[in-house]
């Protein structure tokens, strides 16, 4: 069973720290990644896509891809208090067929809880 | 990024009564979207892929003759939630991929209440 795992936390920083996410996958053959964001009572907002081993900046955020070790992660730098949300890591395993090839994995999400 | 809507925001309805739920892609084509729900303090659980042109594909232990999902158009797909009761009460999610960013966008959620 291809699988998504992160730490539920709650993992709380104090603003303008670094706020370090993770996430782990199971299916070696994964294509895409990608991380949401979901404030509380609200649908989940796309933060970052990565494809490729290495590092992908966008503003305060850095995503990190490590296919070898089947690894993900989101670092947000400067941390403000806006950024608390809970924060979902999603996988495409790909192999599949017409639409079904873009159906996400998703992680449990990791709650972030940056204090002023 | 590109846009999806849905349609209504919020809805209270009474037991037994049937809902539907629009999903829209406003500025791109989508052939396939996705329906997820949502329970408090849960996370996302993924109800059914909807085809345009063909039938959706039901996650397993999903009723597909409770929850009937039409894929009416390109940019339209529809989730009826028939003879609704309490415990279908929850927060409904679309999403649909743009196929050459191969990223998924998320509608705004639809919150069922059943009275």
């Known amino acids: 069973q291809k699988e998504v795992e992160q730490n539920s936390g709650p993992l709380s920083v104090p603003e303008g720290a670094i706020a370090s996410l993770n996430c782990t996958y199971s299916?070696?053959?994964?294509?895409?990644f990608f991380w949401y964001r979901q404030y509380s009572g609200k649908s989940p907002e796309l933060i970052m896509s990565?494809?490729?081993?290495g590092d992908k900046e966008d503003g305060r955020f850095t995503a990190q891809l490590n296919k070898a070790s089947q690894y993900v992660s989101l670092l947000i730098r400067d941390s403000q208090p806006s950024d608390s949300a809970t924060y979902l890591c999603a996988v495409n395993p790909g192999g599949g067929s017409g639409g079904s090839n873009y159906k996400l994995t998703f992680g449990k999400g990791t709650l972030l809880t940056v204090n002023p | 990024g590109a846009v999806v809507s849905q349609h209504p925001s919020r809805v209270i309805c009474k037991s037994g009564t049937s809902v539907k739920i629009e999903c829209r892609s406003l500025d791109f084509q989508a052939t396939t979207m996705f329906w997820y729900r949502q329970f408090p303090k849960q996370s996302l659980m993924l109800m059914a892929t909807?085809?345009?042109?063909?039938?959706?594909?039901?996650e397993q232990g999903v009723e597909k003759d409770k929850f009937l999902i039409n894929h009416a158009s390109l940019t339209l797909s529809t989730l009826t939630v028939t003879s609704a009761h309490p415990e279908d009460s929850s927060f409904y999610i679309c999403?649909?991929?743009?196929?050459?960013?191969?990223?998924?966008?998320f509608g705004p959620g639809t919150r069922l209440t059943v009275l």
């Open positions: 909807s085809n345009e042109g063909s039938k959706a594909t039901y």
């Open positions: 990565i494809y490729s081993n």
């Open positions: 299916d070696r053959v994964s294509q895409s």
């Open positions: 999403s649909a991929p743009h196929y050459t960013t191969d990223t998924q966008y």
